[in-house]
């Protein structure tokens, strides 16, 4: 795979973690936007949704089924797909996806590609592949433009440039577009809307991403916000949509369900202002659209995912981000501290599984097991769940099977801490000991700067404030049952 290298130590993770919690400006944006989605969302789900726990339910069954079935879904969406028109291509793995491409881009003698908001082009790092190939892609989605100006990843699925404030980027388009320095979004949405205006102007390849390929119909549905996608995929004479596999549909009924958990999960809002569905080329009759739409189907360890127990609910991700806008650790370090195209609790099921969890295993880590991922996940996804199990797994504790699972290394240290604990946690009179012990650790607060480990742990937390009898009030809880 072109681009840099997969592999994040622990070390790479912690230094990564510790600088982004340093980043008190990062700390504010996030927040504001966090509050702005969740508020959004909780808003339009009470006013327009009489029954959102049944819709909950619908479309983790219309997933799990499409998934279950999805060899059938597959043939089945590439004879419609050829029927109209459209080429299907097959790739295993991101060098394939980005070779394909890449072919066609010399093909048709194209230098310059537009490029719709896709999550898939991130993960197989195609823009980092062309770049070498001397083929240059430009991003059209305005957040993702905001971070290809400044060589960063997006920081989020649905909101790539969430971390910078409007005064920020407008400094950003100063240094990089040469723009008088505005920060009024209108201001900012002009001076960006007038530079890919140019880059529109008789471009001949455009790529976009699938939120859902409905097999019966052979067709590519896309949502978005801005019109740039439609641009992308309309303006041009080539349209390459690449597709994971696991977006297969059976129907545009059970795609309408979906995109109804979609766009309130992922913005608060009810429905998208533009929603693309592509079901051919240009007709001979028709005055625009695409000469040519190919749509390149990316398997890159999704197969292998789908065949491992209970892993394979992941697959049912429909690219909400709302796990990562509830997210208690996501809030405070940001998508880059993840070190993955998909950052957040469905980052942490994924990643492991889609680029191997010897090269990414600390990012099971950043999870504090909150379960807020679980209660919003508009497919059901028990992502909590799998987090833990994804740990057992890095622990060699589990099933082995998963991408990557032979090259881990155990933490025989984090192994013989977590067995000591576990001595305490099972047994009542060693827990209820440790419980009364717990209330003294305030005693040690003057002295954490002079003991190291515990010097480095209280330079990003506050130190814990515990007082009176913990086991009575553990055991007076609702809902504890105290044995």
């Known amino acids: 795979m072109s681009g840099h290298s997969l592999y994040h130590s622990k070390k790479d993770y912690h230094d990564k973690v510790i600088q982004k919690l340093g980043d ?30 049944g819709l909950r339910e619908e479309g983790s069954k219309i997933k799990q089924n499409a998934l279950r079935n999805l060899d059938t879904l597959l043939t089945t969406f590439e004879e419609k797909a050829k029927q109209n028109g459209m080429k299907v291509h097959w790739a295993s793995t991101p060098d394939e996806a980005n070779d394909i491409i890449y072919k066609l881009a010399v093909e048709k003698q194209v230098t310059t590609i537009l490029k719709g908001k896709s999550m898939a082009s991130e993960e197989i790092q195609l823009n980092a592949y062309l770049k070498d190939k001397g083929v240059k892609a430009v991003e059209t989605d305005l957040g ?74 052979g067709a590519i549905w896309l949502v978005e916000n801005e019109g740039n996608g439609r641009m992308s995929t309309t303006a041009c004479d080539i349209h390459v949509a690449i597709c994971g596999i696991e977006k297969i549909v059976e129907s545009f009924e059970d795609a309408c369900i979906l995109d109804s958990l979609l766009v309130p999960s992922a913005t608060g809002a009810v429905l998208t202002c533009y929603n693309n569905i592509i079901s051919s080329p240009r007709k001979v009759d028709e005055l625009d659209g695409p000469r040519e739409v190919h749509i390149v189907m990316l398997d890159n360890n999704r197969s292998n995912m789908l065949s491992q127990p209970h892993y394979w609910k992941a697959l049912s991700c429909i690219r909400c981000g709302t796990c990562l806008n509830h997210c208690p650790i996501y809030d405070k370090i940001g998508g880059h501290a993840y070190l993955s195209t998909y950052p957040g609790p469905i980052g942490e099921v994924v990643s492991p599984q889609l680029f191997g969890l010897d090269n990414v295993s600390p990012i099971v880590n950043l999870c504090s097991l909150c379960n807020r991922c679980n209660e919003v996940c508009p497919v059901k996804i028990p992502l909590a769940d799998l987090i833990r199990d994804l740990r ?46 717990a209330t003294l650790a305030p005693l040690a607060k003057p002295f954490g700067g002079a003991v190291p480990i515990l010097n480095k742990w209280l330079a990003n937390h506050s130190f814990p404030e515990m007082s009176g009898n913990l086991n009575s009030k553990v055991k007076n809880m609702k809902g504890v049952i105290y044995e």
Do not use: C
């Not at 702005?36 to 726990?53: C, M, P, Q, S």
């Not at 989020?156 to 980027?169: D, E, G, L, S, Y």
């Not at 000591?420 to 419980?435: H, L, V």
């Open 144 to 217: 993702e433009l905001i971070i290809q100006l400044i060589s960063e990843p997006p920081v989020h699925i649905v909101v790539p440039a969430i971390h910078k404030n409007r005064n920020q980027i407008g400094q950003i388009f100063v240094d990089k577009l040469g723009s008088e320095y505005v920060s009024e979004p209108e201001e900012l949405n002009k001076i960006a809307r007038k530079h890919l205006r140019k880059e529109f102007e008789g471009f001949k390849m455009g790529i976009s991403g699938v939120n859902f390929a409905v097999a019966n119909e």
């Open 24 to 53: 008190k400006q990062l700390g504010t944006n996030l927040k504001s936007g966090m509050d702005t989605l969740k508020a959004n969302r909780k808003k339009t789900i009470a006013a327009r949704y009489f029954d959102w726990e």
């Open 392 to 437: 057992a797994e890095k622990a060699h504790e589990y099933e082995g099977k998963i991408a990557g699972y032979k090259n881990t290394k155990v933490n025989r240290i984090e192994k013989t801490i977590m067995g000591k604990f576990a001595d305490f946690a099972s047994s009542g009179s060693k827990w209820r000991f440790a419980m009364k012990m």
